[in-house]
C-alpha cells in the first residue's frame, strides 16, 4: 500500500528510450539519488537519472518525516562503538544536512513543507532514562541543544501512555519528505539533468574509461556512476551483500483528529517506536521493530499484523478516538554499524546509502557530498568508505 505521502505526486517523467552518453549517471530516485544528481548538474555535469518505479517509491517517500540530528546510533552509543571523532563527525553532518533542508524547502515553492518544532526522545524505562540524562550532558558540552524534558511537554497524555522523561532538541523538526524530494528533483532539472521513472537497471559494469548502466531498452554511458539504491545494492553490486541488509518499517496513520495530541515528533525506546502529528491533525505511528526483528528483515513490503496491532493500541493510548485510516511499510537498509556507507567501489562507481534508518537526517546532504567525492572536489570519509567492510574495493 502507498503511504500517506505517496497522495502528493507530480506528473510521472518518461522512462528512458534511447542510449545516451552522459558525463553522469544516477541510479535511484530517493532524496540520496536525486540530491547526487543536482550536486552534478550545479558543477556543469551531464547529468541522467534513472529510477525503476517512480521517485520517492522506496524508503524517501515511506518514512515518518522526522529531521532529526545524528546517526542511527545516537551521540554516546557511537562514540562507545566508534570512537568519538565520528561521533562529533555525525552530529556536524547532519546539523549540516538540516541547514541544506532547510534551504532546499525555503527555495522551493511550499517551503511551509517544513514544520521547525523540534523533537523529543522519551524513555520507556528507567535505564533509558538514566542513558537521556547522560546523552544530554554530553550533547551541551559540545554545544549542541538538548534540554531535559518531561512528557507533558511532548503531549497531554504521553504520561499516561507510559513514557517517562528525555530530552527536547530545538533545532529538530518534521517535514513532507516527498515535498522535499521534489523540490531537489525541480531543481535539478531546471540545471538541465534528465530524469527517467520506469526504467529498472539490469546491470552496472565499470572499466578504466568509464561505466555502462543497462536498462530494459537503453543503455547509458557515463564517466561517473553513482548506485543511490539502498537497500538494493547488493543487486547491481554482489560484494554489497555482506554490509547491506534490510530492515522494514511499519507505520499507520490516523483520520484528521480535531485538537492537537503531539507538540512536535517523539521517538523513545531507542529510537524502535516514533510517532507525529501532521498539520492536519493525522497521528502517524511507527516501529517496534524490536518485537519481531527477525520478521521484519524482509525484501517484501507485506504489513505484519503483530506490529500493526501493537502500533494501533499505541495509536489509543494517545488518542483513544482517533480511527485508522492508512497503513504501510517501507524497506531500509542496515549496515553493520548503523553507519551509511558513502564512497568509491570501484573505477568510476560510486555508492551513497546504508543510512540504517536514519536517512531524512543525512542521505540529502550526503547525496550532495558523494557526487563532489565522485568529481574529486571533496575527500572521502575513511568511517563512512566501503572499505571499512572490504578493503579490497577501490579507496
Known sequence: MDSLWHDLRPAQWPPLAADQEVDGVVVGGGLAGVSAALALASHGQRVALVEGGRLGQGASGRNAGFLLGGAADDFLTLAAARGRAVAEMMAKLAEENRRLVKTALGEAEGGSALEGVGSFALAVDRAEAEHLVRLGESLRELGYGAVPAEPEMAGPTLRQAGYLGGLFFPADGQLHPLRLLYALAAAAERLGASIYEATPVAAVSSDGKGVTVKTGRATVRAGVCILAVNADLARLFPPAGAWIRPARAQMLASRPLPRPVLNAPVYAGHGFRYFRQCADGRLLIGGFRNLAVEAETSWDLELNPLLQDRMERELALLAPDAEVER????????????????????????????????????????????????????RPYPALSPQRFAGDLEP
Not at 524497506?331 to 560510486?350: C, K, N, Q, R, Y
Open 327 to 378: 497503513r504501510w511499510a517501507g524497506i531500509m537498509a542496515f549496515t553493520p554499524d548503523h553507519l551509511p556507507v558513502v564512497g568509491a567501489l570501484g573505477p568510476h562507481l560510486w555508492s551513497v546509502g546504508g543510512f540504517s534508518g536514519h536517512g531524512l537526517a543525512l542521505a540529502p546532504l550526503l547525496g550532495r557530498q558523494v557526487a563532489e567525492m565522485a568529481l574529486g572536489r571533496r
